[in-house]
């Protein structure tokens, strides 16, 4: 069945760090791919996404490109600040899916000053 | 624009005992969603409506949770009777329409169940 597995936590990084968190999928068809931040005790919130192959999804500084050859969607953030630190989700949606959400399991990422 | 409302934030119940949980979605979302956390895994979804009909309810264990949306607004979620192992966060989650897989998944900021 369809899954996304992203690189295990914890990651630790000094503020002003580059910032990579690999994520691949397995999936029928042409899913639609999906980065979700948590930051501690909030609910999840949308970072970035993107539809088709080779689309970048970007914001706040994040950024995560739809690499269909390589079933990847790795984010990155050239320079991270300490409220980045939240706990990051890689997920996968597909039309077959009814449009709900298969979330990888998780990154937390922690910024020291 | 109001987000999706989730009510209690937080709940501490003895396994055997059951627990409610409300969501209100975004107005005018048709699609609502429940999701379960366990601490340190990605959430699962249980299940999904549509309006007020289920779409996928697969992964709901029907032998203790139950969940309703009678008039196709909001929606209540029902552990009777709760285990150990129910311990998570449920996420309510709306969505315009569902069907179109890249349309934006809007998450409320959950209920926080403890089972002791």
């Known amino acids: 069945g369809d899954s996304v597995t992203q690189m295990e936590g914890p990651v630790t990084l000094s503020e002003e760090a580059f910032l990579t968190i690999n994520c691949t999928y397995t999936?029928?068809?042409?899913?639609?791919l999906f980065w979700y931040v948590q930051y501690p005790g909030e609910g999840l919130q949308l970072l970035l996404k993107?539809?088709?192959?080779?689309d970048k999804g970007s914001n706040k500084g994040f950024e995560a490109t739809y690499r269909k050859e390589t079933t990847s969607f790795h984010l990155e953030k050239g320079s991270v600040q300490v409220s980045d630190s939240a706990v990051y989700f890689c997920?996968?949606?597909?039309?077959?899916?009814?449009?709900?959400?298969?979330f990888g399991k998780g990154t937390k990422l922690s910024v020291k000053p | 624009e109001a987000g999706v409302a989730q009510s209690p934030r937080y709940k501490i119940i003895e396994k055997r005992q059951s627990v409610a949980f409300w969501c209100n979605p975004i107005?005018?979302?048709?699609?609502l969603y429940w999701y379960q956390q366990i601490l340190g895994q990605g959430p699962k979804l249980l299940i999904q409506?549509?309006?007020?009909?289920?779409?996928?309810d697969s992964q709901l264990p029907k032998d203790r949770f139950s969940a309703e949306r009678l008039k196709g607004v909001d929606s209540t979620l029902k552990i009777q009777p709760a285990k150990l192992e129910d311990s998570a966060v449920y996420l309510c989650?709306?969505?315009?329409?569902?069907?179109?897989?890249?349309?934006?998944?809007?998450f409320g900021e959950g209920s926080w169940l403890t089972v002791v």
């Open positions: 107005s005018g979302h048709a699609t």
């Open positions: 999936a029928t068809g042409y899913p639609s």
């Open positions: 993107a539809t088709k192959a080779d």
């Open positions: 989650a709306s969505n315009p329409l569902g069907r179109n897989s890249g349309n934006t998944i809007y």
């Open positions: 997920a996968l949606s597909t039309r077959g899916s009814q449009g709900n959400l298969i």
């Open positions: 409506f549509q309006n007020n009909g289920v779409v996928d």
